[in-house]
């Protein structure tokens, strides 16, 4: 309980130093929002003259894209410092998360505050208005208690492989360029529906870097679709379970990291 | 700036990248993914339909085209936070005494930059496309030079919108927002994931007014044959006006942020 | 482990697997597909103990392995092999128990929040050592006054200057008074006020609260205001470890002596086991030989035959001496 009341109010700083730069907050929610209506005004582009993606239509795809969002702009919320680990262990700032008493990851977790995931949430319930308008999904009660479930998953996969890719840089130090690729580039590839990929692409993306998960297979449950590709009608309901192992893979990663620091030095 | 001067930076910035191996394999599969994603989305539009021909391109005419606009993008790279570094530590201070024009450094260490990605990543990345995807690439020596000229004259374009978008260092303490807003509207109105040629007629208009589509779109098309020979001197005389258009945006707001300097001391 | 005794240090090894990469242009494009490895020893199988209370100087050249070595004792870094207790606790088994115990400053990073006053980084400090209110605003006063933060407190980190940066980071790493404090290049950096106050301080804290002090750095007027004990490090290896003071009685021979003489008498015959070292004018400064005579006798036979001016003993500076020392001029035949 101490712990935790620790790490709340380590975040609740991160919060107070971010809110230090107020003018940049609205324009930078301004400037993400603008770089997803251009992906997803791309997706019309392309839909207004194709009609359907793989026998995804406009509606279906707006729905994949709005469970993508929320998946993302929760891992933003809690995941964000991930992203510049690197420069964290070049320039030696690990070492002062090391003399602390506490939890290394928690601390590089909760040490800073990305306020993208306001504009992630937007877009997110933006996207699933007009999907389920334009798809006409029927939201059952099961569907709506599973809608945070399933989001809580693709935040552990999300999450999970930013971990991991992070605690690379224990080994490298310099790893920006994996980073960007594993968490920025890839998410390229649930954009769209993963059936549009060929089989080891889309067996990769299911059980080796399962983002598949995060949106493309729960898509099929809250769409009601018939499955498509390799899907089992199993791995619809997989998220979580699938967040979980990869979460605690990525754990696992991140500790034999800080073994491996604590030993060579940086 | 003497020619000498130009390529010492030049060669400098490559030499920083070539010291992360590690980087320049990542950054191959990073160029990869995305020529994988969009080769796969056009195969599975195309696949929709009987028609071979949409919006003037054929299958292969379309994978070209994702080939190939991405391996200009690539070589297009270049370390759009250098300016905003030097503004915030103080050392573009340092500019204003060096005999050198601060344009032509900057421009020499992106080249530097540039170059190393064209030898790490484009070609491999076109090799292993080329081997993988069906591809025509028309092989007119002519072709090829005005090519030539038209990619110099794209990446000036991009250099200076860079440029540009650093120099706002200058009035603002946080610039990421403007940076992810230029590569917003940039990876929409560029054609670097949708040809212009399939936008609809509505947005034909705003896609004219703006420069983006002259640094990678005509490029490419210029290459891959979709334009007729007869148009590309009306293609290269308006790069050649964005170019003298960005020069001046370019040198007023340099001069602006000089004399911000000098008044105010940073 | 004595109660006395505040760090134990045996046979403490560290080595480093360090890949080296070719020069130029072809070289760096060769690295890409093949590198070379090498082990390094930073620190080589060291002994030390240091008792509670004991403000001690770390020193050596740059990659003499100090930095190595207090990454250790912090629980930074596992050694290779040997062991370290620090207040009775591993560092590297116990990093969190350990971190609990000490105070850290590294000189060249600050661990205040950039962006904050200072006073929420204090505030958060307070929480992740579960230091209880009343104890921090106990040690918070103390502090306060000793170190003159009381302007500073509303002021957000990044617009502090190098001094008064340093002083907030060293009362930040005292918040949960620790009784074992490490101190890495804390002057490095700092204009001459600067260091006063914060050498003023570390002699204070030490004095009155009994925190035992480990401090490296590379200004020896830190050692020779500070430091009781110096260890000096020179390739991972300790080639000096005692009293401050008995290193300089030990160097008493690399004492200077100015003498000046009156322009009638300026020219100065050769004295045996002196040596002039270097002449201003009718100012002359004077070494001699240790295993001659003493200093007395050599000012009595100067005096004897020559009409001086004025005379003064130059102290050797503990910065001349360990120049020296790196230098090799002097062998340490004992330590």
Redo the contacts between chains.
């Keep these: 309980m101490e712990t935790i009341r620790i790490y709340l109010t380590l975040f609740a700083t991160s919060i107070k130093a971010r809110m230090e730069y107020k003018a940049s907050f609205l324009f930078y929610i301004f400037a993400i929002m603008t770089f997803y209506i251009g992906q997803i005004g791309l997706l019309f582009v392309l839909l207004n003259r194709f009609h359907q993606i793989k026998g995804w239509t406009m509606g279906e795809m707006v729905f994949l894209y709005s469970l993508h969002a929320f998946a993302y702009g929760f891992t933003n919320l809690i995941f964000s410092q991930l992203i510049n680990f690197d420069k964290m262990v070049v320039d030696g700032e690990f070492d002062r998360v090391l003399v602390r008493p506490l939890s290394p990851l928690g601390q590089v977790i909760f040490s800073k505050f990305e306020v993208s995931t306001a504009a992630h949430l937007i877009i997110g319930f933006t996207a699933l208005y007009f999907g389920t308008h334009l798809a006409g999904i029927e939201w059952t009660l099961r569907k709506i208690l599973l809608f945070p479930v399933i989001v809580g998953g693709g935040v552990l996969i999300a999450g999970g492989i930013r971990l991991a890719v992070t605690a690379v840089a224990f080994w490298t130090l310099r790893n920006r360029s994996l980073v960007h690729t594993v968490i920025f580039s890839s998410k390229e590839f649930i954009n769209y529906p993963v059936n549009i990929y060929n089989m080891g692409m889309q067996f990769f993306l299911t059980f080796i870097f399962p983002i598949a998960f995060i949106n493309f297979y729960p898509a099929h449950f809250f769409l009601d679709r018939s499955g498509e590709g390799l899907l089992h009608p199993a791995l619809e309901m997989g998220t979580p379970i699938v967040g979980i192992i990869v979460f605690i893979v990525s754990v696992f990663t991140w500790k034999v990291g800080v073994n491996h620091y604590q030993s060579t030095g940086s | 700036m003497k020619p000498e001067l130009f390529f010492k930076f030049a060669s400098i910035s490559f030499q920083k990248q070539v010291t992360y191996r590690f980087d320049c394999f990542v950054g191959i599969v990073n160029g990869f993914l995305y020529v994988f994603i969009f080769t796969s989305l056009w195969k599975a539009l195309y696949s929709q339909f009987d028609t071979t021909v949409h919006n003037g391109f054929t299958l292969t005419a379309i994978t070209t085209y994702a080939v190939l606009v991405m391996a200009v993008r690539i070589s297009f790279t270049m370390d759009d936070s250098i300016i905003y570094r030097k503004v915030m530590d103080g050392s573009i201070a340092m500019e204003l005494i060096r005999p050198t024009s601060f344009f032509f450094m900057n421009l020499a260490e992106n080249v530097g930059h540039s170059l190393f990605h064209i030898m790490a990543r484009t070609f491999p990345v076109v090799i292993i496309s080329l081997l993988l995807f069906d591809i025509s690439i028309p092989l007119e020596p002519v072709r090829l030079l005005v090519f030539i000229f038209s990619f110099f004259a794209g990446y000036i374009l991009i250099s200076m919108l860079n440029f540009a978008a650093g120099l706002l260092a200058f009035w603002f303490v946080e610039i990421f927002p403007f940076m992810l807003f230029k590569y917003a509207l940039f990876t929409f109105f560029s054609g670097g994931i949708v040809p212009i040629d399939f936008f609809p007629e509505f947005l034909k208009p705003l896609v004219n007014f703006l420069p983006f589509q002259y640094m990678l779109y005509f490029p490419t098309v210029i290459l891959t044959g979709r334009v007729p020979m007869a148009e590309v001197p009306s293609i290269i005389i308006s790069q050649l006006m964005w170019i003298l258009i960005m020069g001046v945006i370019c040198s007023l707001m340099w001069n602006a942020g000089k004399k911000k300097l000098v008044i105010q001391g940073g | 482990m004595q109660d006395n005794i505040a760090i134990e240090v045996k046979g403490l090894r560290k080595e480093?697997?360090v890949s080296s990469?070719g020069k130029g242009?072809l070289g760096?494009?060769q690295?890409?597909?093949h590198?070379g490895h090498k082990i390094i020893t930073a620190v080589n199988d060291i002994d030390f103990k240091i008792r509670r209370g004991e403000f001690v100087g770390y020193v050596g050249e740059n990659g003499a392995g100090k930095s190595?070595t207090i990454?250790m004792l912090?629980?930074?870094?596992?050694p290779t092999s040997g062991t370290a207790e620090v207040n009775g606790i591993v560092p590297?088994k116990d990093?969190?128990?350990n971190?609990?115990k000490?105070g850290?400053v590294?000189g060249?990073?600050t661990?205040l929040?950039?962006?904050?006053p200072v006073r929420?980084s204090f505030d958060?400090l307070r929480?992740?050592?579960?230091v209880s209110r009343s104890d921090f605003d106990r040690q918070m006063a103390k502090l306060e006054k000793a170190l003159g933060l009381r302007p500073l407190l509303e002021m957000?980190v990044r617009k502090l200057s190098l001094g008064q940066r340093m002083r907030c980071d060293i009362a930040a790493s005292l918040i949960h008074n620790p009784p074992v404090l490490f101190l890495d290049e804390p002057t490095i950096g700092l204009d001459v006020l600067a260091k006063q106050s914060v050498r003023n301080f570390l002699s204070e804290i030490n004095r009155t609260e009994g925190t035992t002090i480990i401090l490296t750095t590379h200004d020896m007027n830190d050692i020779e205001q500070l430091c009781k004990r110096l260890i000096i490090l020179e390739e991972g290896k300790i080639i000096f470890d005692g009293e401050t003071e008995f290193l300089k009685q030990k160097f008493v021979h690399e004492k200077v002596i100015e003498v000046e003489f009156y322009e009638d008498d300026c020219v100065m015959q050769g004295i045996p086991g002196v040596t002039v070292v270097r002449e201003q004018g009718c100012k002359k400064w004077l070494t001699f030989d240790s295993d001659g005579s003493g200093i007395g006798e050599v000012i009595g036979t100067i005096a004897s035959q020559y009409k001086i001016k004025d005379i003064s003993v130059k102290e050797p500076s503990v910065e001349s001496i360990i120049r020296n020392i790196y230098d090799n001029r002097i062998k340490l035949s004992t330590s």
């Excluded at chain 3, 929040?113 to 904050?116: A, H, K, R, S």
């Excluded at chain 3, 929480?127 to 579960?130: A, L, P, Q, S, T």
């Design positions: 480093f697997k990469s242009f760096k494009l690295a890409l597909f590198r190595t990454k912090t629980g930074i870094l596992v590297y990093r969190k128990k971190a609990a000490i850290v590294f060249q990073r661990q929040w950039w962006d904050l929420e958060l929480v992740i050592f579960r957000p």
